[in-house]
């Protein structure tokens, strides 16, 4: 299970909207629909804040395939002018 997919079902068992969840964790809307959507893995702060909103603990989200996916890389430093 993707951790998008755990956290739509989740969020279904606690009877939440994704503005409910949004407001609950102080995420913003767009990026509780990203995370659902499967567009972005939040980092560990944010998924606390969301397993906390939802009343679980944030072990969770841990058997959750694309959870340790390797991060983006890193963009290469602008050189000054």
């Known amino acids: 299970m993707t951790f998008a997919e755990k956290l739509k079902e989740l969020r279904a068992q606690a ?12 995420s913003s809307l ?16 944010a998924a606390t804040k969301l397993a906390r909103a939802l009343g679980v603990d944030c072990t969770a989200f841990a058997d959750c395939e694309d959870v340790d996916a390797e991060p983006a ?3 290469p430093a602008r050189r000054k002018k």
């Not at 767009?30 to 702060?45: C, F, K, T, W």
């Open 30 to 45: 767009g990026a509780v629909r990203d995370y659902e959507q499967g567009n972005r893995i939040p980092l560990l702060p």
């Open 15 to 26: 009877g939440l909207t994704q503005i409910q969840l949004a407001e609950a964790s102080g």
């Open 73 to 75: 890389p890193k963009k």
